[in-house]
């Protein structure tokens, strides 16, 4: 990766999802992480994906390894650590991003986007950084509550409010087995996204 930073004349968007050991950003950890900067027409500039052992592994929900498609064993037992992890996803951050200039920064985007933003936030203090907020706009933008406008009126027909229920009512595909791998999510978070803003009136 170079060390020049990438200039774009505009803001950029920065897709993240995040795969847990469980929901409680306080107490559970990240062991995936994926990041893909778009320029503001959502052409792809670059893609972070990185997994790792997790900084907390003695709190864990069984459920969230399942979902995940792991086992604690595996996350162990990962040659990746959360240090190593979060040294690069700075590198990658700072290639975007002037991160002492508070004009320049990155807008947060995820489907469910302040799950995803605690558990970065809590990544970087456990990595005994608080400057979340130099690379990242408040507040972050979510593709999930920009999707409840637009179903409102048929809300009550949909079995759940899953990325994978809203991508398929928009009818994007879907691939079950792929979903809840990071950067599979991150990319369908993407198409959702694109589809929403095509509904929207330019103003």
């Known amino acids: 990766m170079t060390n020049q930073r990438v200039e774009y004349p505009g803001y950029k968007y920065c897709f993240i999802d995040t795969e847990t050991t469980g929901l409680d950003p306080q107490v559970h950890s990240i062991h995936q992480l994926t990041a893909i900067i778009t320029d503001p027409n959502l052409n792809e500039l670059e893609t972070f994906n990185i997994k790792f052992a ?44 002037a991160k002492f200039d508070k004009k320049d920064k990155l807008q947060f985007v995820g489907y469910n986007a302040p799950f995803d933003a605690q558990f970065v936030r809590s990544f970087f203090e456990v ?8 690379w990242f706009w408040n507040p972050p933008i979510c593709v999930m509550q920009a ?3 637009y179903v ?9 409010f899953k990325l994978g229920t809203m991508c398929q009512s928009a009818g994007i595909s879907w691939d079950q087995d792929g979903a809840h791998d990071a950067l599979y999510d991150v990319r369908k978070t993407i198409e959702l996204f694109r589809y929403l803003q095509n509904l929207t009136p330019k103003l």
């Open 152 to 160: 409102q009126r048929v809300r009550g027909a949909l079995p759940d």
């Open 54 to 97: 997790p900084w907390e592994i003695a709190h864990f929900e069984q459920s969230a390894l399942d979902v995940g498609h792991v086992t604690l064993e595996e996350l162990k037992n990962r040659p990746t650590s959360f240090r190593m992890a979060y040294a690069s996803f700075q590198e990658f951050l700072h290639h975007h991003c």
């Open 147 to 149: 999707s409840a406008w």
């Open 127 to 134: 990595c005994a950084d608080r400057y979340f907020g130099s």
